[in-house]
């Protein structure tokens, strides 16, 4: 099908009701969404603020990587929201996560699997990623960055492309108003059930979509020696479980890589 290029009226038709809980603003390039969102909380922008990019020219990821975001090829998308002061945000990233795979199987794009703390898998390859960072001094509230391939760019790196999906197959396009509208409207569903309820309440959901639960893995950061184990899946505050040498251990950073042994 043809592409079609989001606009803000249109994701607002879409959202209907919900539109009223956010303030969306589309910029056709930036650098990246979580930066100027980030600028924009400090000076005090109200939850539900939303910055959508065509283009980004310096998308950031998780441990300070690079994420590719060439207009066309990708959604990137930031969202400012506001917990009560005093709300422990322990396993926001894994809530976001169960809110993205919800969305991609609303609008038919089947049932994608998650991988702590941040990534979301398409047939085992990453088909999209998730950056939360809390305003400095206000750690009850949160800069959500979302990016999502819709198609794979001509200039993404071959050893990336051969790890990553896209959600559209070559030649097609997608519905970014639809797409934009199904992720907010899940968004807005997930983050008042963890206001209520913390991750506890989401961490099933996310254990039934959990793409190495009890498989061998390496542990890898850059600050120690890789560690071999089992993972065990998440406790209740989104730590990981590892199992090894006969012992559970939670790791709480995210700053580490997670892949098969």
């Not at 959202?15 to 969404?33: H, K, P, V, Y």
Request: charged share 20%; aromatic share 4%; hydrophobic share 50%.
């Amino acid at each position: 099908m043809p592409a079609t290029i989001a606009t803000i009226a249109e994701i607002a038709a879409t959202l209907g009701e919900a539109a009223r809980r956010f303030d969306i603003d589309l910029l056709a390039s930036c650098d990246s969404t979580n930066a100027v969102l980030l600028a924009r909380a400090e000076a005090g922008a109200p939850s539900g603020t939303v910055v959508i990019a065509a283009e980004q020219t310096a998308g950031r990821g998780r441990r300070g990587r690079s994420w590719f975001a060439s207009r066309g090829d990708s959604l990137a998308f930031s969202l400012l929201w506001r917990f009560a002061p005093g709300t422990a945000p322990a396993g926001l990233s894994l809530a976001i996560g169960v809110a993205v795979a919800r969305a991609l199987k609303k609008i038919g794009a089947g049932e994608t699997a998650l991988k702590w703390p941040n990534d979301i898998l398409k047939d085992g390859r990453k088909l999209g990623g998730i950056l939360v960072e809390l305003l400095p001094g206000a750690p009850h509230a949160a800069v959500i960055g979302i990016g999502i391939n819709l198609q794979l760019p001509a200039g993404m790196p071959a050893d990336v492309r051969a790890a990553s999906a896209a959600l559209c197959a070559a030649g097609e396009g997608a519905d970014e108003n639809a797409l934009y509208a199904a992720l907010l409207g899940e968004l807005l569903a997930t983050l008042e059930q963890f206001a209520a309820a913390g991750f506890a309440a989401l961490r099933p959901e996310w254990l039934a979509r959990h793409a190495m639960q009890d498989v061998a893995v390496l542990l890898t950061s850059d600050f120690g020696a890789p560690r071999a184990g089992i993972c065990r899946g998440v406790d209740v505050d989104g730590a990981l479980l590892l199992e090894a040498d006969g012992r559970s251990e939670r790791i709480l950073s995210g700053e580490v890589s997670l892949r098969p042994a």
